[in-house]
């Protein structure tokens, strides 16, 4: 043991001299690949976008106004803050992190340094440069577009300086590409801001490596097959039949809890119960007038067809020939009848309206059924109102009817055989 730590002890100087003339060795140049340096900058770009997307659908829920008025400013804080996160504190974006690239700086000899060993002032300036002046450009360009700038006569003072943004946007678009160019040929600057302040990436370690870390496009990958999995789940699932379900299974609890709440909430008299069971909401609107439409119109403020805007004036007759005409002494019905249907509980509704709330009554598969607006009794069945025409005989229908057809000559085949009462011209 003795002779091997006198053998170390004996070579510690040499193994000194080797350390010292390793370290004074100056490094290669080593090649820095452009791949890399490009790949950063789109990955800190999908970045700032996966982190500003759920924040402009959470305020689209609260205010659309709100996201589109203040996008860009909600952007601009986004980057703002990554920026302090990452090249201020460490001198290096999240993207070229993961390209295990950093910043340096050429002939600094400032001072003051930020966290990250770089030049206050310069990351200041590049900060600016890159993240603040685009956002007011962004800024500046919305307004004049909104207020119409590129359509003001050419002696215009706003049109003048439409034409030198538009200009400058043109030499910064070329300069930007003879930059892109000098870049694909050396390497070492990839954007003009990068140029103008002398900031390049290099290796963050001294032997490097073409390893990339794979953990931020793995949580990506399984994001997305998360959600193509879901794509492909969803479809076998019938949104109409869980619907239905939910829909009977609260029905089923509401029958079970009703007798409780009638044992709790006892009526006050036998015959309000009854008289519940056997009038609708609309039992007193007239018979000649149909209950659905008056129920739909009072949530809808416009009147669906144009002859009943003139049926709700007083005094007026619709015509679908011609515009209306005033009649004295006359009151049309506000909610006319048009192709009667009539209930399995002797009541006279709209076809189109009588057929849109049997088929969403099945839709929603209520145990109940769809009642009746004037009776509350259960509609099971439906058929074609027939009515039968007494010639000669003055008697007057209960229920009046509009229809483009002409009584004497077609109505026989359109209404089938009469049955129940007459009907005047």
């Not at 193994?15 to 370290?23: D, E, K, V």
């Not at 007239?286 to 739909?296: K, N």
């Not at 076809?351 to 509609?379: F, I, N």
């Amino acid at each position: 043991m003795s002779t091997l730590e006198d053998a170390w002890q004996s070579a510690q100087p040499r193994l000194s001299q080797i350390r010292a003339a390793l370290n004074s060795t100056p490094a290669a140049n080593q090649r820095i690949a452009r791949v890399g340096q490009l790949d950063s900058e789109l990955l800190d770009q999908e970045l700032a976008q996966l982190l500003q997307e759920p924040i402009n659908k959470a305020l689209s829920l609260i205010s659309p106004s709100f996201r589109s008025n203040f996008e860009p400013e909600l952007g601009l804080l986004i980057q703002l803050t990554l920026y302090k996160l990452s090249i201020w504190n460490s001198g290096a974006t999240y993207g070229a992190k993961l390209q295990d690239l950093r910043y340096v700086v050429q002939d600094s000899s400032s001072t003051c340094l930020a966290p990250s060993n770089l030049p206050r002032n310069t990351l200041l300036l590049h900060g600016t440069l890159s993240l603040v002046l685009p956002y007011f450009h962004n800024r500046f360009r919305i307004h004049a577009l909104s207020h119409a700038w590129p359509d003001a006569p050419s002696s215009d003072q706003r049109r003048k300086i439409w034409d030198v943004l538009v200009s400058a946007e043109s030499v910064y678009a070329f300069a930007g590409l003879l930059n892109f160019i000098a870049f694909l040929w050396g390497g070492r600057y990839r954007t003009l801001t990068d140029r103008l302040l002398k900031m390049r990436l290099v290796p963050a370690r001294r032997l490097a490596k073409r390893d990339v870390s794979y953990e931020f496009m793995n949580r990506q990958m399984v994001w997305h097959a998360f959600t193509e999995f879901l794509l492909f789940l969803l479809p076998l699932f019938n949104a109409r039949t869980l619907r239905r379900t939910f829909l009977s299974s609260i029905s089923s609890i509401s029958a079970i809890l009703r007798p409780l709440r009638m044992a709790l909430n006892p009526p006050a008299s036998a015959e309000k119960p009854q008289l519940r069971q056997t009038r609708g909401k609309y039992w007193s609107l007239p018979l000649d007038q149909c209950a659905i439409c008056a129920q739909s119109s009072q949530f809808n403020l416009t009147a669906p067809v144009q002859e009943n805007i003139f049926s709700l004036l007083p005094g007026t007759t619709s015509s679908l020939d011609g515009p209306p005409e005033t009649t004295a002494g006359t009151e049309p019905p506000a909610h006319p009848l048009y192709n009667p249907y009539e209930t399995s509980c002797g009541h006279i509704y709209c076809y189109h309206c009588l057929a849109e709330q049997m088929l969403r009554t099945a839709d929603e598969d209520s145990r109940t059924g769809w009642e009746c607006l004037r009776c509350a009794q259960e509609v099971k069945e439906v058929h074609r109102y027939v009515v039968d025409i007494i010639e000669g005989e003055n008697s007057e229908s209960d229920y009046e009817f509009s229809s483009d057809l002409d009584i004497g000559t077609d109505l026989s085949g359109s209404m089938g055989s009469f049955s129940e009462s007459g009907f005047s011209e």
